[in-house]
Structures are given as C-alpha cells and as structure tokens.
C-alpha cells in the first residue's frame, strides 16, 4: 500500500513543476504563489520551506499549519518543518487562523529584560534576552558577542521563564558563569554592532548568520545605539586607577591573559633576540624585552583596541558593582575611562599587569620548550655561548 504522505509529496512536487517552480531552487515568495495557485502543492510547499532557514519561511509555515486544521497530514508536515527551523534558530511567528502572517511581530514592543555574563579571557561574553510570547512563554535571544572580533553565535528559542532560571543557576553552577540583569537595549545594540563588525571581516559564523532575522522576531525597530557607559559617570579616583592591577585578584579575572595569537608580532620579536648570533650580554637582552613588552602595553590598547577594552572593563565595572564588589568596580570603571581617554595602555597599571602577566605565562612554555629541546639536542646555542663566555672571564680578586 502506498503510503499517504509520499503520494501527497509527488503530486505535490509535480504541481510545482507545471506550475514552473523549481523545487530544487524555490524562493519562500515562489512558494507562496504556487501554494495559492495550486491547493496539490501545500505538502511539497511545507516540505520545501523546512529547507530554508528564513523568518519568511517559518510565517509562511505557520499560516499552512494555521489553515489546516482538518487536514492532520499537512498539519504533521508543517510542524515538522517548524521544528526543523527551530533547530537552525528560525521561530515562527504565530499567525491567526485564516489570514496571512502578520508583517509586524506581536512582540515588537519595547519591554524586554536583558542579562549580560563578564567577558572570559578570549573576549568572549553572553547576552540574553527575555522577551513575553503571545499567549504563554518567553522568546530567549541568547547571543555570544566577542571583543574585538564580534557575533559568534545567535539563538532563538520558546521557553518558560522556570527552564531560564534553571539555566542561568546551571551555568553558574557548573561553569562559574553567573548573569546580571542589564538594559535590554544594551545587550541588543551590542549583539547588533557585534554582527555588523562580523560581517564587515567576512567572518560570519553559521549560527550568527541567522541574527537579523531572529532579533527581527522581538523587535520590529533596528537596534539603537546605547550608551557605552553602564554605570553612571563618576569622578573616578586616583587611588582606584593606580589599584587598577588588583582587578585580577577577582575571581572571574585570574585566568585573563591575552591570547598568543594577539601578541604573536611581539614574541616574535622575543625570539629573534633569543635566536641572534649576535651575543648580548643579560643586562642588554633584558632590556630588548622590556622594550618589546612596552611596546604591546602602549599598542593593544590604541585606536579600535582602545574601544573594545574599554567596553570590556566597562561591563567588568557595572558587573562588579551589581555583585556587591564596590571597590572592584570603581577600579574597573576607572580602568576604562583611561584606556577611552589614552588609547594606550602605558601608564594604566591594569593594562601593563596584563601583558606583563601574559608574557610570563608564554616565557615559562617557552622555558619548558627550551629545556625539552636542549635535552635531547648536541647543538650550540646563543645562550650555551653566553654561559661559556661568562665562564672563562677573569674573577676579580
């Protein structure tokens, strides 16, 4: 016996072709036109937009699934292919019954609740947002936004405000990553500036790809542009910029170093002073180091660094503060009004206790690298004839 659902697919498909839509190549807008031309084609059709991962696609779902409330097969097909699109972060808005999907989302007014995650050593950090579903539910953006780079991950799903508590007391409690309430308009301008910086380096991921479309279900409006400063503007403290360094006796702060790949043009220099036949004495080669480490501290922080760390210790700074560590915060706060005000980091005593800690992290692998490879070579190094030389100069009396 045939079964049902193909029989319904391969008339449905060759609807599509007489009517000159290819199946293989079909727009969400040709699929619409040959659903109302031809009733046969209405399981291809559902069929077929599960396929494309698009806000048009799931409204036009939603009105399929809508309209048929006598025919359990179609009705299948369409919430198949909703839940298809929910796998790749497209929610359907819901449609009324009998009429076309609304152009405007139910959702598109402006109360919201937002929560941001401190930045992790790589830059990266978690937004969410909260939005009422018609009916029941919520609608959670959850998107992961990385300084400098950008959007790297944008989801869209229907939950109830119990499974989001249980997530974020899940997160902290298994990962240490813990959530504060924040403006929803800030985490929405900087997912919406973090896509566009994305797009812009031809760097966007599968997952943030989806991003416009997903905000465009709880926001009819583009993103406008927030405040970079969460917290209000103080005078901040001489004190509290020269403890700046003690930032990373916070918890959440004892794994920041930056990555190699960020100081790779600096180590580089590092080891073509340690590889040089040409001999230096340790006085001389020390301060080569010295000048190198100076020279990341006054440019990581410059120009488009300067704003991306700046945005970073901003959010440390409001952070803090909404975690009851006070002193921390003003220490971040006043972080970031040098790093906005300087566009370097000399002189600002968080910026230099990064690289400086940074370093020390890549010299003690390369230590350990070094000794490894002198243990098993026969070879002469720059450092064995320095050691050699010292060894055989005349002691003083």
């Not at 927030?226 to 910029?241: E, G, K, V």
């Not at 940074?358 to 350990?368: H, L, Q, T």
């Not at 070579?377 to 005349?394: C, F, G, I």
Request: aromatic share 6%; proline share 4%; net charge neutral.
């Amino acid at each position: 016996m045939a079964d049902p659902r193909e029989t319904r697919l391969r008339q449905g498909l060759e609807a599509l072709e007489r009517l000159g839509v290819s199946p293989n190549r079909a727009t969400v807008a040709e699929l619409a036109g040959a659903l109302e031309a031809d009733a046969t084609t209405a399981l291809a059709v559902a069929e077929l937009c599960g396929r494309i991962a698009s806000l048009e696609s799931a409204q036009l779902l939603a009105r399929i699934e809508a309209d048929a409330r006598t025919d359990k097969l179609l009705r299948r097909e369409a919430r198949r292919s909703l839940y298809r699109l929910r796998q790749k972060g497209v929610v359907a808005v819901e449609a009324k019954t009998g009429s076309a999907a609304p152009a405007r989302s139910p959702l598109a007014g402006v109360e919201a609740e937002g929560f941001l995650s401190l930045s992790d050593p790589v830059g990266d950090r978690l937004f969410w947002i909260l939005k009422s579903r018609a009916g029941s539910g919520l609608f959670h953006l959850s998107t992961v936004v990385n300084e400098p780079a950008g959007l790297k991950e944008a989801v869209l799903a229907e939950a109830s405000r119990k499974t989001v508590r249980g997530l974020r007391e899940e997160l902290e409690a298994r990962h240490g990553l813990r959530l504060v309430e924040v403006d929803w308009r800030y985490c929405d301008w900087i997912a919406a500036q973090g896509y566009e910086r994305a797009r812009e380096r031809g760097a966007v991921s599968e997952s943030a790809a989806h991003y416009p479309q997903l905000r465009l279900q709880l926001f009819a409006k583009a993103a406008e542009p927030f405040a970079a400063i969460l917290h209000q503007p103080t005078d901040a403290s001489r004190a509290s910029l020269d403890s700046s360094a003690a930032l990373f006796e916070e918890i959440e702060l004892r794994q920041w170093f930056l990555p190699e790949a960020t100081l790779a043009p600096y180590l580089a220099r590092y080891r073509e002073i340690r590889e040089s036949p040409i001999v230096l004495d340790r006085s001389a080669q020390m301060s080569r180091i010295a000048e190198i480490v100076q020279s990341a501290v006054e440019e990581l922080f410059s120009a488009a660094g300067a704003s991306s760390w700046q945005r970073r210790l901003d959010e440390a700074a409001y952070f803090f503060t909404r975690t009851s560590r006070r002193e921390a915060g003003e220490r971040a706060a006043a972080g970031a009004a040098a790093v906005d005000r300087e566009k370097s980091g000399r002189g600002i005593p968080f910026c230099e206790e990064l690289v400086r800690r940074s370093f020390g992290v890549f010299f003690a692998r390369e230590a350990e690298r070094e000794r490894e490879e002198k243990a098993s070579s026969v070879l002469v190094t720059p450092d064995d004839l320095r050691a050699e030389q010292a060894r055989q100069r005349p002691r003083g009396r």
